[in-house]
């Protein structure tokens, strides 16, 4: 097969910019599941209540979708912290985090899915931002601001996420409270607060991943399912609990789907990142930059 | 209660539920029920991994789907080869079960080596992935979908749906003897030993990998089958709705809201779910009837943990063992110092 050049530096280059939104994606269920141990398939879910929030607010006032979920992060880390209280009472605190938590992500997933279908129906939404429209050329090179905003200001999540984890006492203490519980008990930190906190920053970080969805495409509410494997995929491939590794693992997977779609065609690229998580898996479980 | 007997119990039931639904003389009687007793064979087939074992399958609607295109593709292939005769419904039901089997299998050996959380994702993907394959396979349809066309009635049987119904119950039949063959054999042990305590159970030498994938194979194969008549059903297959979320929830639903550790909990939650939704479609709508088993699935796991065969228990046989048997002692906070 002839390919052009400019094609696939192209098909790099949006994989590179999808693999940043991908990360921010990704960073919530990182801390969730990579260092909580909490399975939240119901992340997705979030994600695209964030996406409803940012066109809400966006259609009525026309704030700009970033800064609405900004403005919507405390919103969400009281959602997060909420749903790990009933968590933690109704299964960790029985031992049955196992099966019946699992069963509740799945029904939390549906229950806001259907609730979305049915308050907004299936249409694709969209939202109204000046960088939507234009795009950046360099040479042969298009670089879309629709998709370059979302990535830089996911990375700039990120990094603000990584420093929090490594430098702040809380931060630490969540990166604790994945490896010992009882030690953190002993250095008089309650180790339930502490898994709060986290899963309502998992949770909060869902606002800004919903707002670059609906900046990058329409949304409807059943898109957040195409998201459940390539998250978990990226998670488990970046290492569970490493930041970095989750970065490094989105932009593998952003430019492997990229290509795929140029050059086998858009309806293969979903395959893409399950291949990726079952070989992850079967060759390498502890990812990329495992501990 | 021996097996024969159950199961000629078993057949009994079934032949009073034929000769009633005939008895009532509308065929919308058999469309409502083949739909329940489906969901009677899926979520007897998701609990005996997920209720037997503790390995949570989201992907039934993949298992399920693949049963329903292996008829379609022995159904295209018979037509491309102009073959005058058609292939019978129990060969059908064979084949799918085999490949969603395979499948299982092949799926077990990659994931479940690893913890049970991977499992659970992975087969969250499979969903996913499958439907791509499906999506982009032009023989059997694509995302466009394929028609088949039901057979004539049959002799002594009547209408097509009548058969359709007919052995779908003879399939719910077999599902629930099965569940509760293993659920009293050595096999099930081993499966319950995983679901309390895989390491102990490993330690003590049960082979845990074996017994988890031959729970991947039977539960995989079992849902094939219940999808293999599925096309004849409908009449018109198309991936979006075969893939459905709504049969990943329903299967899990049903077992958890009747009880995950026996036999009776799966059927028990069938029969309450799979009729409230047939009243809730019919009456309000079909989006509703979704939000509704959620709601019921996130109520149950929080308010009644060991569904409605646990809460019977709980007020009516109060036996003393149940509560020093109790294998989740409360403590404040997971890691507690003992």
């Known amino acids: 097969m002839i390919f052009s050049f400019d094609l696939l530096i192209n098909a790099v280059l949006s994989g590179i910019l999808i693999g940043g939104f991908y990360a921010a994606v990704t960073a919530g269920v990182s801390l969730s599941f990579g260092i ?9 879910a979030f994600i695209i209540l964030g996406s409803y929030v940012a066109y809400i607010v966006n259609t009525t006032l026309g704030v700009d979708p970033i800064l609405t979920a900004v403005i919507m992060l405390p919103a969400f880390y009281v959602l997060g912290t909420g749903i790990y209280q009933v968590y933690y009472v109704s299964f960790e605190k029985r031992g049955q985090e196992s099966l019946r938590g699992l069963a509740f992500f799945f029904g939390l997933l549906f229950i806001t899915e259907v609730s979305l279908v049915l308050y907004f129906g299936v249409d694709y939404r969209y939202v109204e931002a000046s960088y939507i429209g234009p795009t950046w050329h360099f040479g042969t090179i298009d670089m879309p601001l629709r998709i370059l905003v979302p990535c830089v200001v996911s990375l700039l999540l990120i990094a603000v996420l990584q420093l929090v984890l490594s430098k702040t006492f809380i931060g630490r203490a969540i990166m604790a409270v994945a490896q010992d519980q009882l030690a953190l008990r002993l250095m008089a930190v309650d180790p339930i607060r502490i898994k709060r906190i986290a899963f309502g920053i ?10 670059f969805l609906i900046i990058i495409q329409p949304v409807e509410p059943s898109v957040g399912r195409d998201y459940i494997g390539r998250v978990f995929a990226i998670c488990v491939l970046g290492g569970m609990s490493s930041l970095p590794g989750t970065v490094i693992a989105a932009m593998m997977i952003g430019i492997v789907e990229s290509l795929t779609a140029t050059f086998y065609g858009p309806s ?23 501990r | 209660m021996r097996t024969p007997l159950f199961l000629a119990i078993c057949l009994a039931v079934a032949a009073a539920v034929y000769a009633a639904a005939v008895g009532v003389g509308n065929d919308y009687v058999f469309f409502a029920g083949y739909v329940i007793l489906q969901y009677i064979v899926l979520s007897t087939a998701w609990n005996i991994l997920g209720g037997y074992c503790g390995y949570v399958n989201f992907g039934s609607a993949a298992f399920f789907a693949l049963g329903a295109y292996s008829t ?3 159904y295209k292939l018979i037509e491309t080869q102009e073959l005058p005769h058609v292939v019978p419904l129990p060969v059908l039901m064979l084949i799918g079960g085999v490949v969603s089997g395979i499948v299982g299998f092949g799926m077990g050996y990659l994931t479940l ?12 993907a499979l969903a996913v992935v499958l439907q791509t394959l499906i999506v982009n396979w032009d023989f059997v349809g694509g995302s466009r979908g394929a028609y088949v066309l039901r057979p004539e009635d049959l002799p002594l049987i009547g209408p097509y749906i009548r058969y359709l119904f007919l052995v779908m119950l003879l399939l719910a039949v077999a599902a629930l003897v099965i569940a509760r063959l293993i659920e009293r054999s050595r096999l099930g042990y081993g499966f319950a030993t995983i679901r309390d305590d895989e390491l102990a159970a490993e330690a003590s030498g049960v082979p845990t990998l074996r017994l988890k994938l031959i ?16 096309p004849y059903y409908i009449g018109y297959l198309q991936p979006a709705s075969t893939f459905g979320l709504d049969y990943a929830v329903n299967s899990i639903a049903m077992p958890l809201i009747g009880g995950t550790t026996s036999w009776v909990g799966p059927l028990i939650g069938t029969i309450l779910l799979g009729s409230l939704q047939q009243i809730v479609t019919v009456t309000i709508s079909s989006a509703v009837n979704l939000l509704v088993v959620g709601v019921i699935l996130v109520a149950f796991v929080i308010l009644a943990p060991n569904g409605i065969i646990g809460l019977v228990h709980h007020y009516w046989q109060r036996k003393p063992e149940d509560f020093v048997g109790r294998r989740h002692v409360e403590t404040d906070a997971p890691g507690a110092v003992p």
């Open chain 2, 113 to 124: 080596r690893l913890r049970g959380a991977f499992f659970a994702i992975a087969t969250l």
């Open chain 2, 215 to 230: 729970a991947t194979t039977i539960s995989g194969a079992l849902m094939g089958m219940a999808g293999a008549p599925f």
């Open chain 2, 72 to 74: 379609v593709a022995t």
């Open chain 1, 202 to 211: 998992s949770i909060a970080t869902a606002s800004l991943a919903g707002a």
């Open chain 1, 268 to 290: 293969w690229a979903p395959a893409v990142s399950f291949g990726f998580l079952l070989l992850t898996l079967a060759v390498r479980p502890a990812g990329l930059l495992g």
């Open chain 1, 36 to 44: 909580l141990d909490i399975v939240n398939i119901a992340h997705p």
